[in-house]
C-alpha cells in the first residue's frame, strides 16, 4: 500500500513512499494520467495504417480516408483559426499542391473542433487549393496523437503514417519530405 502524507507550511509538497513530491508535479501527473486514461485507443504509430473516417468539407459533403486517397501521398495539417502558425502553413502549402499534385500528392487541411461558419473567412481569405475538412468533435486529432497545432502528417501512397511533425514548418521543408515519398 502506498502511504501519502500532506505536508503543510514550508514544506510544500507531498510524500508518496518516502519522495517528496512538489503539488505541481502530483497535480500534472495527476491530469497525465486522467488524459492517458481516457483515450479509448492509443495514437497512431509510425508505419500503422491511418483508420478508415469520414469528415465533412466546408459544404457539408464527406471525403472518406483512406479509401479515396489510396496510391497518393497526403500531407494532413490539422489547423485552428487561433493558430497564426498554422494559417501560415496552409497559406505556405498553396504552392505545394500545385507543384506536385499531377505526382500524386494530396494536401488535407483539418480543422479542429470548430464548425464550418466559425472558420468561413478565414476559408475564404486563404483560398485554399485544396480541401478543408472538419473534426469537430476531435476523435480524429485523438486517433492521430494531437498534442498542439499545428500538427502536420505525411501518409504514404499504401495509406501507412510515416511522419508526424509538431510545430511549424516552411514550405521548402516541407517540400524536401513529400518529394522523398513521392
Known amino acids: 500500500m502506498v502511504g501519502v502524507e500532506l505536508q503543510s507550511g514550508n514544506a510544500g509538497g507531498m510524500v508518496v513512499?518516502?519522495?517528496?513530491?512538489?503539488?505541481?508535479?502530483?497535480?500534472?501527473?495527476?491530469?497525465c494520467l486522467a488524459?492517458?486514461?481516457?483515450?479509448?485507443?492509443?495514437?497512431?504509430?509510425?508505419?500503422?495504417?491511418i483508420p478508415d473516417i469520414s469528415l465533412p468539407d466546408v459544404e457539408g459533403r464527406r471525403m472518406a480516408m483512406p479509401?479515396?486517397?489510396?496510391?497518393?501521398?497526403?500531407?494532413?495539417?490539422?489547423?485552428?483559426?487561433?493558430c497564426p502558425s498554422c494559417l501560415k502553413e496552409l497559406e505556405g502549402s498553396k504552392r505545394l499542391v500545385e507543384r506536385y499534385r499531377s505526382e500524386g500528392l494530396?494536401?488535407?487541411?483539418?480543422?479542429?473542433?470548430?464548425?464550418?461558419?466559425?472558420?468561413?473567412?478565414?476559408?475564404?481569405?486563404?483560398?485554399?487549393?485544396?480541401?478543408?475538412l472538419f473534426d469537430r468533435d476531435g476523435r480524429l486529432a485523438g486517433r492521430f496523437g494531437v498534442t498542439?497545432?499545428?500538427?502536420?502528417?505525411?501518409?504514404?501512397?499504401?495509406?501507412?503514417?510515416?511522419?508526424?511533425?509538431?510545430g511549424e514548418m516552411q514550405p521548402t521543408q516541407w517540400e524536401q519530405l513529400v518529394e522523398k515519398m513521392l
Open 17 to 31: 513512499t518516502g519522495y517528496r513530491l512538489p503539488s505541481i508535479w502530483l497535480f500534472c501527473l495527476i491530469c
Open 35 to 49: 488524459i492517458g486514461c481516457s483515450r479509448s485507443q492509443k495514437p497512431l504509430q509510425i508505419g500503422e495504417s
Open 67 to 82: 479509401s479515396s486517397l489510396r496510391g497518393k501521398v497526403v500531407l494532413i495539417h490539422f489547423w485552428a483559426d487561433w
Open 106 to 132: 494530396v494536401i488535407l487541411a483539418i480543422n479542429l473542433k470548430q464548425s464550418p461558419q466559425e472558420i468561413a473567412d478565414w476559408v475564404e481569405r486563404l483560398a485554399l487549393n485544396y480541401p478543408v
Open 148 to 166: 498542439g497545432l499545428p500538427t502536420g502528417y505525411l501518409i504514404d501512397r499504401q495509406g501507412r503514417l510515416r511522419q508526424r511533425i509538431l
